[in-house]
């Protein structure tokens, strides 16, 4: 069949739309080769554009980008993106590559015909597909409301397999002709200088920060594209330039810094050329330090002079407050609305935090676009397609339909069916999740509705969401190879974090055979907090346990009193603790409990008696920097040992089970340590007086096992070869200890 794309149509539809700074969208709607064939008469048409093709097969002469590397399109100007969906649809990736497009760019959005495209399973789908749920059998309520949103948009060109004639200008919601007004002035885009008002404005306020007196923060938001993390790099620049500070940025992630990095070097450069002084740029940049927020905490380094926080909505609060009291002048910069994650609850929730701790604080938004104009329609397209622009109902609605509702709010599911059909629930209720954790993205749209094991409850009021709870169905593994892989850490079937952590981090190799409701999300609308409303969507959640016969309600999160002590009133309890720290949050995970059935509530004393007698020596080693008000809240909600060291292995299965996976290399050093300390003290004289281990190999288990000293930093006393070589080891030593022990008895 002839191509339905015609050049001269074409260049002049790009024609207006770089008159306009717009960003079109071709929607090509056919078989995998024939859109491949349009793909490459596309690019014909254009052969002087910079391009990328996102697929997973060859279609144009270079080599196709795989779908996983969408991210890596950040910082990029390109003019077309090419995106073949036949092999799967990312949603995180389709945000960030979009973002990478400038205006007058096209993308070419390549699927299978729209009734193929709701029939045929997603490959992209994995992502969210658990245990023991395929992929191919997940509901397709993602991938049908993004044609829904496609379909509904007049500014997407679509052009189908089957239609024979060429594109009109009217198909594409533009007119063919615009008023002089209109014509877009494209940004200039110097890396070394400011290409808005914004932006200037941006640099000029962090400069101030920097310049001026302490504990005046500066907050810095924006949507994609407005040029933030280039502001930051570019008023770092001009710092480096004067010297005599030292700067830290920190980010959730280095790559997250590369922008920043990026314009910072324009800046030395471009003095460099300006002056004519030599001056060595690569040197400049390392006085421009970068740290993970929890090194920043973790180390004993000199605070900051000043301290660069870049996507700060990505870390969560309790993290940002330890900087703001650690650091004298701080910015934090954050995207509003992205593919990553979501800065609405930065605001809300950190907002507060600011008040109390350095009312002089100070806020800008950059709202000028840099690489397109402000009213560009494929930025609307991935805001409505993805909902990144989703928020909770108004403030002032929530407190009217409080008086208009005397009966309150009620509990009830979300038909999930139904919620497709419902755009303004699906929208209030993401937006309640976007302000419930620092990361809710795009993806998670596709979990809450096509996630195989998620329900959802919600608390309605006059018609609107006041409250809402996400739980995840995990656990009933009856297959006793598969439960004796995953304490072995050989298996991590899917979306099952509670039996896992329990069985191959707490010791308990039986919990996933029971049955469990983790929450995965809880929130309640800032309106209306304090009232007891998650308490109450908590006691619905037990109601419905109980009819379903679930053995244990659960959830995990980055430990903090507010959050142990909220859970704590609810009824549940510490069942275990993370012994590593989260490198993005520097927190430490947390798992508690609520036990609903007899058999759960054996599981829930088995884990709480195990995490009373590990706790002691945990606290001494890994945990040794873990808050104290923290550690203490975990232990005043824990039971009073009767005999710490029994509790070890007591209901486990046995301690030798836990001790052979360790020297097998399937338990890691942190989660074996209480029972090595135990082992050690019992049986070290034993073993060294048999002749098992000699005075090198028992001063190797003291050390690790009794004095919790880091292994990289033993590896030299003990002429290994780095800690893994060390902790191999370890393995060996403690496998002739466990070879002829008397045994372990209280």
């Known amino acids: 069949m002839d191509s339905s794309l015609d050049t001269q149509w074409l260049r002049d539809q790009r024609a207006l739309a770089r008159a306009r700074g717009h960003r079109l969208t071709l929607w090509l709607r056919g078989s995998p080769e024939w859109t491949a064939d349009e793909a490459r008469r596309l690019v014909a048409a254009l052969p002087e554009i910079d391009r ?61 015909p729209v009734a193929e495209w709701l029939r045929r399973p997603d490959p992209q789908s994995e992502r969210i597909s658990v245990w023991p749920f395929e992929p191919s059998g997940l509901s397709r309520r993602f991938i049908a409301r993004l044609i829904a ?44 200088r400011p290409s808005t008002p914004d932006q200037a404005e941006a640099v000029a306020a962090i400069l101030k920060t920097a310049h001026g007196r302490p504990r005046r923060p500066l907050v810095l938001t924006a949507h994609r594209g407005r040029g933030k993390s280039a502001a930051l790099g570019l008023a770092a ?8 500070r030292r700067l830290v940025v920190t980010a959730p992630r280095r790559d997250a810094v590369e922008t920043l990095y990026r314009h910072a070097g324009a800046v030395l450069i471009d003095v460099e050329r300006s002056t004519g002084q030599t001056r060595d740029g690569a040197t400049a940049l390392q006085s421009l330090v970068f740290r993970s927020p929890a090194e920043l905490l973790e180390y004993d380094e000199p605070a900051a002079d000043l301290l660069l926080v870049d996507e700060a909505a990505s870390i969560p609060a309790p993290l940002l407050t330890a900087l703001l009291e650690r650091h004298g002048r701080v910015v934090f910069a954050s995207t509003v609305h992205g593919y990553e994650g979501t800065g609405r609850g930065f605001e809300i929730r950190f907002r507060e935090t600011l008040e109390r701790l350095t009312p002089d604080w100070r806020a800008i ?46 509990a009830h599911w979300l038909d999930r069916d139904a919620l497709l059909r419902d755009e303004p629930t699906l929208r209030e209720l993401f937006g309640l999740l976007v302000l419930a954790h620092y990361q809710t993205r795009p993806l998670d749209l596709r979990m809450l509705l096509d996630g195989p094991n998620v ?24 297959d006793p190879d598969l439960r004796a892989a995953i304490f072995r850490g050989q298996r991590r079937p899917r979306g099952h974090l509670l039996p896992q952590t329990l069985s191959a981090h707490a010791g308990l ?21 304090g009232r007891g409303l998650g308490r109450r969507m908590l006691t619905a959640l037990e109601q419905a346990a109980r009819v379903e016969r679930i053995d244990l309600l659960g959830a995990s999160f980055g430990a903090t009193t507010e959050l142990l002590a909220f859970w704590q009133t609810c009824g549940f309890v510490p069942a275990q603790i993370g012994t590593s720290r989260n490198a993005a949050s520097g927190e430490h995970a947390a798992v508690v409990l609520r036990a609903i059935s007899v058999a759960g509530e054996r599981l829930l004393e088995d884990a709480g008696r195990r995490l009373t007698s590990s706790l002691p020596v945990w606290l001494a080693g890994p945990l040794r920097t873990l808050d104290p008000e923290i550690a203490a809240t975990l232990i005043g909600a824990l039971p009073v040992p009767d005999s710490a060291e029994c509790a070890l292995h007591a209901g486990s299965g046995g301690w030798r089970r836990e001790l052979e996976s360790f020297v097998a290399g399937h338990r890691t050093l942190e989660a074996s340590l209480p029972l090595l300390s135990v082992l050690t003290r019992r049986h070290l004289a034993d073993a060294l007086s ?49 070879d002829h022990p008397p045994g372990i008895r209280p």
């Open 365 to 410: 938004t950059l709202d000028t676009p840099i690489r397109w104009a402000a009213d560009d329609p494929l930025e609307r397209l991935v805001f409505r397609a993805l909902l990144l622009d989703a928020a909770p109902a108004a403030r002032q609605d929530i407190q009217e339909s409080a008086s208009a509702d005397p009966a309150g709010p009620n």
């Open 690 to 738: 048999a002749g098992r281990i000699d005075r090198r190999e028992a001063a190797l288990l003291v050390a690790a096992a009794l004095q919790c000293r880091p292994l990289t930093g033993l590896a030299r006393h003990f002429d290994a070869r780095g800690r893994e070589a060390l902790l191999e080891r370890l393995r060996q030593v403690c496998g002739r200890l466990i």
């Open 149 to 192: 949103v496609l379909e509904s948009d007049p500014t997407v060109v679509r052009i189908d397999q089957d239609r024979a004639e060429p594109m009109t200008a009217s198909v594409a919601g533009v007119p063919s002709t615009l008023p002089h007004d209109r014509t877009y002035q494209p940004t200039r885009t110097d890396p070394a």
């Open 52 to 112: 990328v093709c996102l697929a997973e097969r060859p279609i144009l002469a270079e080599p196709s980008r795989p779908l996983r590397s969408a991210i890596r399109l950040m910082g990029m100007d390109l003019d077309l993106l090419i995106l073949d969906v036949h092999d799967g649809f990312d949603p995180d990736g389709f945000g960030a590559a979009t973002g990478a497009i400038r205006g007058g760019g096209l993308l070419a959005l390549l699927t299978p």
């Open 237 to 244: 620049g001009r710092l480096l330039i004067e010297g005599g």
């Open 509 to 529: 190799p039986e919990a996933p055979i029971h049955r469990y409701w983790r929450v995965i999300r809880i929130v309640v609308h800032p309106a209306v907090t």
């Open 455 to 478: 329900r959802v409850l919600v608390l309605r009021q006059a018609g609107h969401l006041i409250g809402t709870l996400l739980v995840a169905e995990e656990g009933g593994m009856g």
